[in-house]
């Protein structure tokens, strides 16, 4: 088990970046796959960004390449997502997830036991 805390998330105008940072208490490389997952209101968890288990590959939901990156830092076990030109839509409670996801499922929020409280994003007009 692995004990996940994000941060990072506040109120920002449409256009602006935000950078949300997720501590795990434990270093997850080769052991977990370190995804970012969204929820809007009355929405599905939304698959937003991971790391493969090895940390050697990244992927992203299609809708989202180009604006959101992720990146991570093993010396303090902490992963980020740097999200750029925020739109409205993109408002959500965004949550770190560790699993042991086989890569096709790796999009699939099902495929994650450990999860964070999440930190809410919220991007206005």
């Known amino acids: 088990q692995v004990q996940l805390v994000e941060s990072g998330g506040g109120l920002v105008q449409a256009g602006g970046s935000l950078r949300l940072s997720c501590a795990a208490s434990?270093?997850?490389?080769?052991?977990?796959?370190m995804a970012w997952f969204r929820q809007a209101p009355g929405k599905e968890r939304e698959f937003v960004a991971a790391?493969?288990?090895?940390?050697?590959?990244?992927y992203y939901a299609d809708s989202l390449k180009g604006r959101f990156s992720i990146s991570r830092e093993s010396a303090s076990n902490t992963m980020y997502l740097q999200m750029d030109n925020l739109a409205t839509e993109d408002t959500a409670v965004y949550y770190c997830?560790?699993?042991?996801?086989?890569?096709?499922?790796?999009?699939?929020?099902?495929?994650?036991?450990?999860w964070g409280k999440g930190t809410l994003v919220t991007v206005s007009l």
């Open positions: 997830a560790a699993g042991t996801p086989i890569q096709s499922a790796i999009r699939d929020y099902r495929m994650y036991s450990n």
């Open positions: 790391f493969s288990r090895t940390g050697g590959y990244k």
């Open positions: 434990t270093r997850s490389s080769n052991t977990y796959a």
